[in-house]
């Protein structure tokens, strides 16, 4: 697809690049930079707070591009899951309400699955890594944020934490924080979808997606309703997000389009840019297929040269017997002249 012919009517497309990496291309959403701005504005002290200025700037733009990094590397996972099913991945979009990959896994319930879990297991490797090395630096076990509804807050409050540590710390609850998000069962988070493939086996693509999708609706209430009383209002935003997706998915697939390569929202399976396409793309084998067809080759390869190295020692014995006869010829020469005798017999004669 031509990404210079975006239609900037679309919100989604208010985006700029900002580089390429494992062929995979990034764009940077305007409102994901106004979050991250809004982030540092957030973490200017106050002037009876005695925190210098500095302190404050550098905590709110570590914090933005911790997120960032953590976001841009789950939607990696996605990138790479896709890939190892042999289905394609080529543009990463982050935007306030986390990232988007644009990919096409086969359209199988296996292949989506990976594509889908692929992306939360990079935030279960750093919460697994991150809260080893701070049991390991702290000394304490209780010093990993593990209660789900303060993700920053250690379990043991008398744990102290010097600079370094406490950065440790907000990278985990970051991570886990965004791990929880994510598997929330609001299609189309990745605890939505992933429910949606464990159902498609059984109930089919459409009716799987459909049930995911009122699933999800439902999930979005109570999330919206959580985020209003207790006044927070990025969940309340994330929530309005998920219930519009589920509702337009299940006005698509009532008007027959479940068939299409396409999907909406957070993380899907076929891409943001999807209805976009004017046709499908030919998946790419997958990992294991191309291993094995690299292997076929290298082995073709090998018995190639043997056969061609076979005939140049042919065709020296035989000037050799042209030269001196049979009898000066050696019990090895007379081996490989019976070799390629019988190769000769069989059909398998050495190639030139």
Not at 162 to 180: A, D, I, K, M, P
Not at 201 to 214: E, H, L, Q, V
Not at 278 to 306: D, F, G, I, M, V
Request: with cysteine.
């Amino acid at each position: 697809m031509n990404h210079s012919s975006r239609s900037l009517d679309n919100p989604i497309n208010w985006s700029f690049p900002i580089g390429r990496l494992f062929g995979i291309a990034i764009r940077l959403h305007l409102f994901f930079v106004f979050g991250a701005l809004w982030i540092i504005f957030q973490s200017v002290p106050s002037a009876d707070s005695g925190m210098p200025l500095y302190r404050g700037l550098l905590y709110g733009g570590g914090t933005a591009a911790m997120l960032f990094a953590i976001v841009l590397l789950h939607e990696f996972g996605h990138c790479f899951g896709a890939r190892y099913v042999g289905g394609t991945a080529d543009e990463i979009l982050l935007w306030p309400l986390g990232g988007l990959a644009s990919v096409a896994p086969p359209h199988t319930p296996s292949a989506n699955l990976v594509t889908v879990v692929a992306g939360p297991m990079v935030n279960v490797l750093f919460c697994a890594v991150s809260s080893f090395a701070l049991v390991l630096w702290v000394g304490a076990a209780g010093a990993v944020p593990w209660n789900p509804f303060h993700p920053f807050s250690p379990v043991s409050a008398a744990v102290a934490f010097s600079e370094g540590q406490r950065w440790l710390l907000y990278f985990f609850g970051l991570n886990y924080l965004l791990l929880l998000f994510n598997l929330m069962p609001v299609y189309p988070f990745d605890g939505g979808r992933i429910f949606q493939c464990l159902l498609w086996p059984r109930k089919g693509y459409r009716d799987a997606t459909m049930i995911a999708s009122g699933v999800g609706m439902v999930g979005a209430i109570v999330l919206g309703l959580i985020g209003l009383l207790g006044g927070q209002y990025l969940l309340l935003g994330v929530a309005v997000f998920g219930y519009m997706t589920c509702y337009q998915q299940r006005q698509m697939l009532k008007m027959g389009a479940f068939e299409l390569d396409s999907e909406f929202g957070y993380d899907f399976s076929q891409g943001y840019q999807s209805l976009e396409r004017s046709s499908e793309r030919t998946p790419r084998p997958s990992y294991w297929a191309r291993r094995r067809a690299a292997k076929a080759l290298a082995r073709e390869r090998r018995e190639r040269e043997r056969i061609e190295a076979l005939q140049q020692r042919v065709d020296a014995i035989l000037v050799k017997v042209h030269d001196h006869g049979l009898d000066s010829l050696t019990p090895q020469e007379r081996g490989i002249l019976e070799e390629a005798s019988q190769r000769q017999q069989t059909g398998d004669q050495p190639r030139t």
